[in-house]
């Protein structure tokens, strides 16, 4: 059974696979820290704590550094100055790449002490989650309700109204930037509004589980802890009761997994990262006509999302995650390079 993707930092979901000798606990980034690196925040942090554990002798940075998630001229001459001590002046980029030898010798050297940062525990994450409930039980429904308030007009002619707000094109203006339900063929529209509809439902539904929201049956702390902000299994809806077995730990399919990044995140990326994985979780089983996949990332007018076709909107999990959040809060989430 291949890996679930997982939703990373960059709001893209990849299949992570950890090279042999990696194990859950260890020191892992996502993207590149140090000299011409992309230097994202959790990484720095990640990084500069990292070598402030690094024993004495074995390259610690003369002054201990600020864990700032700043990549400042201090973190990078600490980098180098590492990878002087282990490689010598060759080896020595002043940058760490995730799963190559910088941070494969930051590891070895440490002993797995070292660790993400900025983490909470795992009773403080449940505890932030539950009150997002609300907003993320709010923002699905605000879905839900403005698909069926263009059902009605979706095989309608546009026509004029002294009330703008109940004009067609109002009603479906929404519905068509993220879904453009009017570039399917006329027979086709009411039935793509009620497909997405289905599965808004089913997020609702989700909610309404016995046990509630967060109980072991749908939210579930990440036992693997990828270095990412959470993943489930496609399909996850339909799958009560089974499990796969990953890198030697079972994992419900029937669960969400929230992953220490999601800590890290805003508000609205909160929201955002959870409707998306019930995207995921909510459509078709792997392989099925209602399966919900990853087309394409960013808002509605970013390139690649206008590129999709329009039936491929319909079973693309960021449509579902912007569609949602656009509705409540009428726009886009806040987040840099989204």
């Not at 690196?37 to 003369?62: C, E, Y």
């Not at 109002?170 to 497909?195: C, V, W, Y």
């Not at 808002?299 to 449509?319: E, I, R």
């Amino acid at each position: 059974m291949a890996e679930p993707p997982v939703l990373c930092v960059d709001g893209v979901c990849r299949q992570l696979q950890h090279p042999t000798g990696f194990s859950p606990g260890t020191i892992e980034i996502v993207k590149s820290v140090g000299i011409k690196g992309v230097n994202q925040n959790p990484d720095v942090r990640t990084i500069q704590q990292a070598l402030n554990d690094v024993p004495p002798g074995q390259g610690r940075p003369n002054v201990t550094l600020k864990v700032d998630g700043i990549c400042g001229p201090h973190t990078k001459d600490s980098i180098q100055s590492f990878q002087v001590k282990h490689f010598g002046w060759k080896g020595a980029d002043g940058r760490v790449d995730p799963y190559y030898k910088t941070i494969a010798k930051l590891n070895e050297v440490t002993s797995g002490g070292g660790r993400t940062v900025g983490i909470g525990s795992d009773q403080n994450r449940i505890q932030r989650v539950t009150a997002m409930l609300n907003e993320t039980l709010s923002t699905i429904r605000s879905a839900r309700a403005n698909l069926l308030g263009a059902l009605p007009v979706v095989d309608s002619p546009e026509t004029s109204s002294p009330i703008s707000a109940f004009g067609r094109a109002e009603l479906m203006r929404k519905a068509n930037a993220h879904f453009r339900i009017d570039d399917h063929p006329s027979p086709k529209r009411r039935g793509t509004i009620e497909q997405a509809t289905r599965i808004y439902d089913r997020m609702l539904d989700v909610f309404a589980r016995p046990g509630g929201l967060w109980g072991p049956a749908i939210f579930e702390i990440d036992p693997l802890h990828q270095p990412s902000i959470a993943y489930t299994f496609g399909g996850g809806y339909f799958s009560g009761g089974r499990f796969e077995t990953i890198r030697g730990t079972q994992l419900r399919r029937d669960s969400i997994y929230l992953c220490d990044l999601l800590d890290l995140q805003g508000n609205d990326w909160f929201v955002i990262s959870i409707v998306h994985e019930l995207s995921h979780f909510c459509g078709g089983l792997t392989g099925s006509a209602e399966h919900i996949r990853d087309h394409a990332y960013g808002w509605y007018d970013a390139p690649k999302m206008k590129a999709l076709k329009a039936s491929q909107l319909l079973f693309n999990a960021t449509s579902y995650s912007n569609f949602a959040f656009d509705t409540k809060f009428s726009r886009r989430p806040a987040r840099v390079n989204f």
